[in-house]
């Protein structure tokens, strides 16, 4: 049972406008509750007890909220402005010793996306959706079997587009170590690596499967419209797919 999440919390929030300059994106809010605090109760709220923030910009906002959440812990990648999102992920090999869920901190999702991925057999899963059309996005290409082989924002660079990147993962602790492996050396020339490419990396030496779940509610936010976006099309989808959600499957438990 995965009873660990990991979030990358690092990031500067640039394109949201002024007031993020003085706290981390996802403290942003939508509909009354900021994303890494809805986050952190639907984790809850699938048995995981133990969550890791890797954080950055205004990390301040992120310790305060650990010290009134006994599953937080946070961690700080102190060179998160001349780095990237694997950077912020490779420096918790040290506090990281078991499988675990990798969120981004700026999306919004349905408790549904989390347990699809928990209920899938296989250690290593990323979990993609079809298409959105919120700009920005990330696009999966796989083969026959349903395995990753590469992810873009250029389209055109895939051989095939079988699934959009939500954001949330399934990562077993040897799939993690292989990650970080495979970019240790890259990313003292090129710092700005994101996670995805680690993932791609990793895929080569071990299966990565991608689940693409149907009519998922979900969203990244990363300037005004999407904002925009979510509060308009993807908050009653949530909302609606939850009540749902809740009626059928019941909070899952934790360690015993």
Same mark, same amino acid.
């Given at each position: 049972?995965?009873?660990?999440?990991?979030?990358?919390?690092?990031?500067?929030?640039?394109?949201?406008? *002024?007031?993020?300059?003085?706290?981390?994106?996802?403290?942003?809010?939508?509909?009354?509750?900021?994303?890494?605090?809805?986050?952190?109760?639907?984790?809850?709220?699938?048995?995981?007890?133990?969550?890791?923030?890797?954080?950055?910009?205004c990390a301040h906002h992120y310790d305060t909220l650990g010290m009134d959440r006994p599953t937080v812990e946070c961690h700080l990648n102190a060179e998160y402005a001349t780095s990237g999102s694997m950077q912020t992920l490779a420096g918790l090999r040290d506090v990281l010793d078991e499988d675990f869920l990798l969120l981004e901190s700026d999306i919004i999702y349905e408790r549904f996306a989390l347990i699809s991925l928990l209920e899938r057999a296989e250690c290593d899963v990323v979990l993609g959706s079809d298409w959105t059309?919120?700009?920005?996005?990330?696009?999966?290409?796989?083969?026959?079997?349903?395995?990753?082989?590469?992810?873009?924002?250029?389209?055109?660079?895939?051989?095939?587009?079988?699934?959009?990147?939500?954001?949330?993962?399934?990562?077993?602790?040897?799939?993690?170590?292989?990650?970080?492996?495979?970019?240790?050396?890259?990313?003292?020339?090129?710092?700005?690596?994101?996670?995805?490419?680690?993932?791609?990396?990793?895929?080569?030496?071990?299966?990565?499967?991608?689940?693409? *779940?149907?009519?998922?509610?979900?969203?990244?936010?990363?300037?005004?419209?999407?904002?925009?976006?979510?509060?308009?099309?993807?908050?009653?989808?949530?909302?609606?797919?939850?009540?749902?959600?809740?009626?059928?499957?019941?909070?899952?438990?934790?360690?015993?």
């Amino acid at each position: 049972m995965i009873t660990t999440a990991v979030i990358l919390a690092a990031g500067r929030g640039t394109r949201l406008g *002024e007031e993020f300059k003085t706290k981390p994106k996802g403290l942003l809010e939508v509909g009354g509750q900021s994303l890494i605090s809805r986050s952190l109760g639907l984790l809850e709220s699938v048995g995981i007890d133990r969550i890791i923030l890797g954080t950055g910009h205004c990390a301040h906002h992120y310790d305060t909220l650990g010290m009134d959440r006994p599953t937080v812990e946070c961690h700080l990648n102190a060179e998160y402005a001349t780095s990237g999102s694997m950077q912020t992920l490779a420096g918790l090999r040290d506090v990281l010793d078991e499988d675990f869920l990798l969120l981004e901190s700026d999306i919004i999702y349905e408790r549904f996306a989390l347990i699809s991925l928990l209920e899938r057999a296989e250690c290593d899963v990323v979990l993609g959706s079809d298409w959105t059309g919120s700009s920005d996005e990330v696009y999966i290409e796989t083969n026959a079997e349903g395995l990753l082989v590469d992810m873009s924002k250029d389209a055109a660079s895939l051989m095939s587009l079988d699934a959009e990147l939500v954001g949330i993962s399934k990562l077993s602790i040897g799939t993690y170590s292989s990650m970080c492996d495979a970019v240790a050396s890259k990313c003292l020339d090129e710092p700005f690596l994101d996670y995805e490419y680690g993932l791609v990396e990793a895929s080569s030496a071990a299966p990565i499967y991608v689940h693409r *779940e149907e009519h998922l509610a979900w969203g990244e936010i990363d300037d005004a419209s999407h904002l925009q976006r979510v509060e308009r099309d993807v908050m009653p989808l949530i909302n609606e797919h939850d009540r749902r959600t809740n009626a059928l499957l019941p909070r899952r438990r934790g360690k015993a």
